[in-house]
């Protein structure tokens, strides 16, 4: 079965930089679009980054843009955020997660989920 599980989420100062892991296990068959969300306490979930199979393709929220870097390291089996510039409306739950249809921003395309990693900016 497969599994995605996040990893390098905490508590940083605001300015500061993050890099976030999505290891896969086992295989996605055609979930080949891999994408990131988050979610803070009391709002609803947010499209962050997504990116396909050949890295050829990037889907940006313009709240991250300049900011926030998606790649993948296909032979690793893992997908990274790398979030430079960190404020504190940036603090949430990042999931990641697969689609096997669109790179899209809506979280209706994805449809395998990891179950996320805590992520904290101090202002």
């Known amino acids: 079965q497969v599994q995605l599980v996040e990893s390098g989420g905490g508590l940083v100062q605001a300015g500061g930089s993050l890099r976030l892991s999505c290891a896969i296990s086992g295989r996605t068959g055609n979930r080949h679009v891999m994408g990131w969300f988050r979610q803070a306490p009391g709002k609803e979930r947010e499209f962050v980054a997504a990116i396909s199979w050949s890295t050829t393709n990037t889907n940006y929220a313009d709240s991250v843009k300049g900011r926030f870097t998606i790649s993948r390291d296909n032979a690793k089996n893992t997908v990274y955020l790398q979030m430079n510039s960190l404020k504190p409306e940036d603090t949430a739950v990042y999931a990641c997660?697969?689609?096997?249809?669109?790179?899209?921003?809506?979280?209706?395309?994805?449809?395998?989920w990891g179950q996320g990693t805590q992520v904290t900016i101090s202002s």
């Open positions: 997660a697969a689609s096997n249809s669109y790179i899209g921003s809506s979280p209706t395309y994805y449809n395998l």
